[in-house]
């Protein structure tokens, strides 16, 4: 069901690659520093919002995947392994950075099981995050495979459209498509060739948002995350379609941080401060 901590090691970040994490707005007395994952084809500036949305006590940072935004550059990776090792990697260099903060993280749709695999790879480098939050995505154990990577450009554009999130304008630009698609392809190759393997569940609260009108992910599928950690794990339900996350970022942001403080104040034994 789960993978084992050891088989994503983290990578030492290269010389000749920046680092993968994007910080839209700084918050330097932050208490903890939230980590957000995007979606397949999706960039760090998704959660440019939730950066300058967040209390000053919660930094959001946002992880840019190789092959698109600032990284357009570095092709974009096509195993889960690959890309989930160069993320740690960087998250372990963040977290000694700035060793006072709590790391947690945030991941919707592909970016829930990169965040879900990251989670398993800093709790078997013995850096487990606080806690973990996943959006629009089944359970690891309970997704399933798929061919859209192998698809036509038009199906993938097709997918896009179903799924909303994407803005009619970029996805009728040709040019732009074309810049896009290479990227978004691999990304679809990743989660529809993923396959968890089996290992011991996380030891950390996981927080599951699922959307009523998500056609991607039943409630039962969402449900489905309680097996993967031995600490509790909550459902919260949105109204909205796959991206219910951005059409609702100020209530989605909101819940996310009284359960992150919730989640560090349980860990640390003591009251979440309400001042620097």
Do not use: K
């Not at 974009?76 to 977290?95: F, I, K, P, T």
């Not at 993967?228 to 909205?240: H, I, M």
């Not at 996350?245 to 989605?252: G, K, N, P």
């Amino acid at each position: 069901m789960t993978t084992a901590p050891e088989e994503h090691t983290p990578q030492v970040p290269a010389a000749d690659r920046p680092s993968s994490v994007r910080v839209f707005s700084h918050r330097p007395y932050a208490r903890a520093r939230l980590f957000c994952f995007p979606h397949a084809g999706g960039t760090a500036a998704a959660y440019r919002p939730w950066a300058h949305g967040a209390p000053w006590d919660i930094e959001v940072c946002a992880m840019q995947y190789p092959g698109r935004g600032d990284r357009y550059a570095h092709p974009a990776h096509r195993a889960m392994d690959d890309l989930v090792a160069e993320l740690a990697a960087d998250l372990l260099r963040e977290q000694t950075a700035r060793p006072q903060c709590a790391t947690l993280l945030f991941g919707h749709s592909m970016g829930a099981a990169v965040a879900y695999e990251t989670a398993r790879s800093l709790s078997g480098a013995d850096r487990p995050p606080a806690a973990l939050f996943v959006s629009g995505q089944s359970a690891p154990h309970r997704s399933g495979s798929g061919e859209l990577h192998r698809a036509t450009d038009h199906a993938l554009v097709q997918d896009l459209r179903r799924l909303g999130g994407t803005a009619d304008g970029v996805l009728d630009d040709d040019a732009l498509m074309d810049a896009m698609l290479p990227s978004l392809r691999r990304d679809y190759e990743l989660i529809e060739t993923y396959r968890p393997r089996h290992g011991h569940p996380l030891n950390l609260p996981v927080t599951v948002l699922h959307a009523t009108a998500d056609p991607e992910v039943t409630e039962d599928e969402a449900r489905a995350w309680t097996e993967t950690t031995d600490r509790p794990c909550e459902l919260l339900t949105f109204p909205g379609g796959h991206f219910h996350l951005h059409e609702q970022h100020t209530a989605v942001l909101a819940a996310v941080v009284t359960r992150a403080r919730n989640a560090i104040e349980g860990a640390a034994g003591r009251p979440w401060a309400s001042m620097p």
